[in-house]
Nanobody, 125 residues
């Protein structure tokens, strides 16, 4: 089993930046990919960024965040980051770390093997 623990959320002013972190533990060697989803109150869960753990060239971003969000991982591959620049009020949401042993689609949340508990981001204008 794999555990995912997010951190780094908080309350920030619009235009600011945040870096979210996700620490993975357990049988992480079985994971093929990891990523981030978010969910704002009253809205559906949205995939924002995913990446392959062994291929730095395989990353995917939602169109709504391209150019402002950057997904990366630590050298040990067990820490995932999401840097968010130029934060907007519409970025306010609970951000979840996800991981899967096979495939990480941006458009489907129901296929992921593992989810973290989430870290909250609030952006004020």
């Amino acid at each position: 089993r794999v555990q995912l623990v997010e951190s780094g959320g908080g309350s920030v002013q619009a235009g600011g930046s945040l870096r979210l972190s996700c620490a993975a533990s357990g049988y992480t060697s079985r994971l093929n990919c990891m990523g981030w989803f978010r969910q704002a109150p009253g809205k559906e869960r949205e995939g924002v960024a995913v990446r392959n753990r062994d291929n730095d060239d395989w990353t995917r971003y939602a169109d709504s965040v391209k150019g402002r969000f950057t997904i990366s991982q630590g050298e040990d591959k067990d820490t995932l980051y999401l840097r968010i620049d130029d934060l907007k009020p519409e970025d306010s949401a609970m951000y979840y770390c996800v991981a899967d042993r096979t495939f990480c689609p941006l458009t489907r949340s129901d296929t992921y093997d593992y989810w973290g508990q989430g870290t909250a981001v609030t952006v004020s204008s």
